[in-house]
């Protein structure tokens, strides 16, 4: 049987798209399948699919940061050597036919080391600009296939495909999600989520605002591991992590979320009016093009992060708008499933 390695972590958006991928191939019985990645997160998520883990100590590119972030990129070479050895030992054990690399620093020293044991790569770009990690082994990968039609412009090898997606996060119903949160039917919900460890920024303003929120919305709140407080208000849910972002979706009206583009083409594909706030800070920009690139198209709504202030009257005003709801249910955002594993195909049959 055929084996495939796939890599890729630092966040759950490098992780989430490959476990889209994973579910595919392991119902189909096509491939055996492996995973390489830090005690990261991403080894918590891969780890409910009990496949074979090889375990890398990878150096992060710390931007920003001072001093004590110079420093740790200083060290960087010496680290990503170290690394890509780790990389070579676990590939040599597995042997693949091909790496699939979703990107995030995690997956660079795997890259370059399936490149030097001539092991075929793949790599998928989920952002409209193209991430540190893909940029610098996309010359090693025989394709980077990406999310976005503009993004594959950009490279020589890119290649337009869509972008993965879970089939749970597009299956589940309202009425069935509802009935298990206990949220009535007739509710307005108001689903608001930081990404998978949560948002200080986004739960700040959200808290800031659920008296008078929770008085017009039934709030769901996704608020990341450790995050929750003491509530005794009616119409508000915290939660602090979901594997089944299926169920939370269905119960939505309107999303307030980040601008990973994981995130933002899952509120697509279910139709969903969405409020996304960019990622500020030390940030190569991403979210911020992300939800730019979509607000110019009319199919969501972006409020900075520096007018969190203004978060009620937005959410009010959001879930008024009827052309926004009107734009998304004639859109077209199918999986970009099928496209990828086409691409993934295509290598082991050689």
Known sequence: MKKILFTGGGSAGHVIPN????????????????YMGTDGIEKSLIAEWKLPY???DCPKLVRGGGWRGLKNNLKIPSAFLRAKKQA???????????????????????????????????????????????????????????SFPETAE?????????????????SATKAEARKKFGIPFNEKVLLVFGG?????????????NLKRL????????LCGKGNTVESNLKNYRQIEFALDMGEIYACADLVISRAGAGTVFEILALKKPAILVPLAGATRGDQKQNAKY????????????????RLAEEIDSAFLDEGLKDRLAVGSFGQGNENILREIRSYLRK
């Not at 476990?19 to 492996?34: H, K, R, Y």
């Not at 998978?196 to 800031?208: D, I, P, Q, V």
């Not at 929770?214 to 709140?221: D, E, G, N, R």
């Open 88 to 146: 070579e030992e676990g590939l040599r054990a597995f042997q693949p036919d091909l790496v699939f690399s979703k990107g995030g620093y995690v997956a660079l020293p795997v890259v370059f080391a399936a490149r030097k044991l001539k092991i075929p790569c793949l790599a998928h770009e989920s952002d409209l600009s193209i991430g540190l990690a893909n940029r610098l082994s996309a010359g090693k990968c025989e394709n980077l296939l990406t």
């Open 196 to 208: 998978g460890s949560g948002s200080r920024a986004l739960n700040e303003a959200l808290r800031k």
């Open 294 to 309: 979509f607000q110019r198209k009319g199919l969501c709504r972006v409020l900075p992060q520096s007018e969190l202030d």
């Open 214 to 221: 929770t008085k017009s919305y039934y709030v769901l709140h």
């Open 19 to 34: 476990i889209a991928l994973i579910e595919e191939i392991l119902s189909t019985g096509e491939a055996d399948i492996c």
């Open 154 to 170: 950009k490279t020589r090898r890119g290649k337009y495909t869509g972008a993965p997606l879970r089939r749970s996060v597009l």
């Open 54 to 56: 090889y375990q890398i």
